[in-house]
């Protein structure tokens, strides 16, 4: 040591102590590690935020998914924390917060105002801050909490819903389309495993071709308790009714089946009618229910059979979620009044083609014959002579024959009751009658064409999906 003094000298030392630009270095060396600090700071915050950015959507999508499921169903508290939490194990699958974030998932639903509200909250650990153990102790915090929530409107209202399908000949090669293109409606109304005592849907299936084969019911709408019926499932339509002192104009409307009470027995004429053995076999009209297996058999026995009276369609497909039709059918079935604000109406109507049939009850008419008498011998003869049952009347296809008018003036009237109707036309021409029959029948906005199979199942599920906006928007 003395002899390093004695080499530099002392003088040089002491400039050495004394020299103030040495305490730069401590200050740069703290400032390197307050940079780093901060850098790392940044980094924990930033992981936070992008965290909670993950459990924001994850929040909103399972909030929207059990909205969806709450707009169709009744669900207890268990479901809705299954539902939730499935959802969020499906949107956050390999996030190092996932099991926390499912520990502290909380909803509330409030039935009043049909909206459900989820949170859920987790933390992060702070690594970079950490600084080999001290950085926590020093500057915490340990880990970053972060939080989020969602509310999300469901449906208060049940809905009923009357599908009504083409089941005619000309159907006979895209029956399997229609098949697909209703299971599908169906399994988004009324998803897989819902209890029947549970959803809030309720779809009737009427098939329709010459009339509409509604199986047990018909004697009951033909007037079978004062001996009308005729035997046939297949029924049709009904006409006004005169009876010398009043007019009753019934045929456009969905005024009950038996509501002509100034004579015991009424009148034939005043009930529903056949006239055609058109009907397909397995086609089968369902009344409303929400059993899926009932819906899904039915659909997948739909069969093609005959021409076309849409009108026979529209006017079932009106009765089935009429109020005045409670007593024909069963009483799970049995439609809510109008007026109930707790329920919204709604029908699809759909065809491929244009209507050719119409019926009308007949009293008399005129037959001729060969006659025989000794004074004139063999003449021809005609006379008038009661036949009272119904006719069928062919006629050519046209936006202004007496079938397609008909069917307009139904769906006029449905859509003056509140219901709102979907129309759809499975097929190319946009002037053809049929068309322009569903675009007419169609509320504003609901009108679909399906020109390939794709198109009509997608059409389908595209008005699934709209109803469930409906009624989950209101």
């Given at each position: 040591?003395?002899?390093?003094?004695?080499?530099?000298?002392?003088?040089?030392?002491?400039?050495?102590?004394?020299?103030?630009?040495?305490s730069?270095?401590?200050?740069?060396?703290?400032?390197?590690?307050?940079?780093?600090?901060?850098?790392?700071?940044?980094?924990?915050?930033?992981?936070?935020?992008?965290?909670r950015?993950?459990l924001?959507?994850?929040?909103?999508a399972?909030?929207?998914?059990?909205?969806?499921?709450?707009?169709?169903?009744?669900?207890?508290?268990?479901?809705?924390?299954?539902?939730?939490a499935d959802?969020?194990?499906?949107?956050?699958?390999?996030?190092?917060?996932?099991?926390?974030?499912?520990?502290?998932?909380?909803?509330?639903?409030?039935?009043?105002?049909?909206?459900?509200?989820?949170s859920?909250?987790?933390?992060?650990?702070?690594?970079?801050?950490?600084?080999?153990?001290?950085?926590?102790?020093a500057?915490?915090?340990?880990?970053?909490?972060?939080?989020?929530?969602?509310?999300?409107?469901?449906?208060?209202?049940?809905?009923?819903?009357?599908?009504?399908?083409?089941?005619?000949?000309?159907?006979?090669n895209?029956?399997?389309?229609?098949?697909?293109?209703?299971?599908?409606?169906?399994?988004?109304?009324?998803?897989?495993?819902?209890?029947?005592?549970?959803?809030?849907?309720r779809i009737?299936?009427?098939?329709?071709?010459?009339?509409?084969?509604?199986?047990?019911?018909?004697?009951?709408?033909?007037?079978?308790v004062?001996?009308?019926?005729?035997?046939s499932?297949?029924?049709?339509?009904?006409?006004d009714?005169?009876?010398?002192?009043?007019?009753?104009?019934?045929?456009?409307?969905?005024?009950?089946?038996?509501?002509?009470?100034?004579?015991?027995?009424?009148?034939?004429?005043?009930?529903?009618?056949?006239?055609?053995?058109?009907?397909?076999?397995?086609?089968?009209?369902?009344?409303?229910?929400?059993?899926?297996?009932?819906?899904?058999?039915?659909?997948?026995?739909?069969?093609?059979?005959?021409?076309?009276?849409?009108?026979?369609?529209?006017?079932?497909?009106?009765?089935?979620?009429?109020?005045?039709?409670?007593?024909?059918?069963?009483l799970?079935?049995?439609?809510?009044?109008?007026?109930?604000?707790?329920?919204?109406?709604?029908a699809?109507?759909?065809?491929?083609?244009?209507?050719?049939?119409?019926?009308?009850?007949?009293?008399?008419?005129?037959?001729?014959?060969?006659?025989?008498?000794?004074?004139?011998?063999w003449?021809?003869?005609?006379e008038?002579?009661?036949?009272?049952?119904?006719?069928?009347?062919?006629?050519?296809?046209?936006?202004?024959?007496?079938?397609?008018?008909?069917?307009?003036?139904?769906?006029?009237n449905?859509?003056?009751?509140?219901?709102?109707?979907f129309?759809?036309?499975?097929?190319?021409?946009?002037?053809?009658?049929?068309?322009?029959?569903?675009?007419s029948c169609?509320?504003?906005?609901?009108?679909?064409?399906a020109?390939?199979?794709?198109?009509?199942?997608?059409?389908?599920?595209?008005?699934?999906?709209?109803?469930q906006?409906?009624?989950?928007?209101?």
């Amino acid at each position: 040591m003395q002899y390093f003094r004695r080499l530099i000298g002392r003088p040089l030392l002491t400039e050495l102590a004394g020299d103030r630009k040495a305490s730069i270095l401590p200050v740069f060396g703290i400032m390197v590690i307050l940079i780093v600090v901060i850098a790392g700071i940044s980094i924990d915050v930033s992981r936070t935020v992008n965290a909670r950015e993950k459990l924001s959507f994850a929040i909103d999508a399972a909030a929207l998914s059990v909205a969806a499921d709450l707009s169709t169903s009744v669900m207890s508290d268990k479901q809705i924390t299954d539902a939730l939490a499935d959802s969020f194990k499906a949107n956050l699958a390999g996030v190092e917060f996932l099991d926390e974030a499912v520990k502290n998932l909380d909803f509330v639903v409030d039935p009043e105002n049909g909206t459900i509200k989820v949170s859920s909250f987790a933390t992060l650990d702070n690594y970079f801050i950490d600084m080999g153990g001290y950085g926590k102790k020093a500057l915490g915090p340990e880990t970053f909490s972060f939080g989020t929530s969602s509310q999300v409107t469901y449906s208060r209202f049940d809905v009923e819903l009357a599908l009504v399908v083409d089941v005619t000949g000309s159907m006979r090669n895209d029956m399997q389309t229609l098949r697909d293109a209703s299971e599908g409606l169906v399994n988004i109304l009324i998803p897989e495993e819902t209890k029947e005592t549970d959803s809030k849907v309720r779809i009737s299936l009427i098939p329709y071709s010459q009339g509409v084969n509604l199986g047990s019911y018909a004697e009951k709408v033909k007037g079978g308790v004062w001996g009308y019926g005729d035997g046939s499932v297949c029924v049709t339509e009904r006409q006004d009714y005169d009876d010398g002192e009043d007019i009753y104009k019934v045929r456009y409307t969905d005024k009950p089946y038996n509501y002509y009470v100034k004579t015991n027995p009424p009148p034939q004429d005043v009930f529903y009618g056949g006239g055609s053995n058109k009907c397909s076999s397995t086609s089968k009209m369902i009344p409303l229910t929400s059993e899926r297996d009932t819906l899904l058999d039915a659909i997948a026995a739909l069969d093609d059979n005959g021409g076309t009276a849409g009108q026979t369609g529209v006017v079932w497909g009106w009765n089935s979620i009429s109020p005045n039709y409670s007593d024909v059918w069963p009483l799970a079935s049995k439609p809510e009044p109008y007026d109930n604000d707790d329920v919204l109406k709604f029908a699809i109507i759909m065809t491929d083609g244009d209507n050719n049939r119409y019926y009308e009850f007949v009293k008399e008419q005129e037959e001729c014959d060969w006659v025989y008498s000794r004074r004139y011998g063999w003449q021809w003869t005609c006379e008038m002579v009661p036949i009272n049952r119904w006719l069928e009347r062919s006629e050519g296809e046209s936006y202004n024959n007496n079938s397609s008018k008909a069917q307009r003036a139904l769906c006029q009237n449905m859509k003056d009751e509140g219901i709102s109707i979907f129309g759809v036309y499975f097929g190319s021409k946009d002037t053809s009658a049929g068309s322009k029959n569903m675009q007419s029948c169609a509320s504003p906005g609901n009108y679909y064409k399906a020109t390939s199979s794709d198109e009509l199942i997608n059409a389908f599920a595209n008005i699934a999906k709209k109803i469930q906006q409906i009624y989950v928007s209101r």
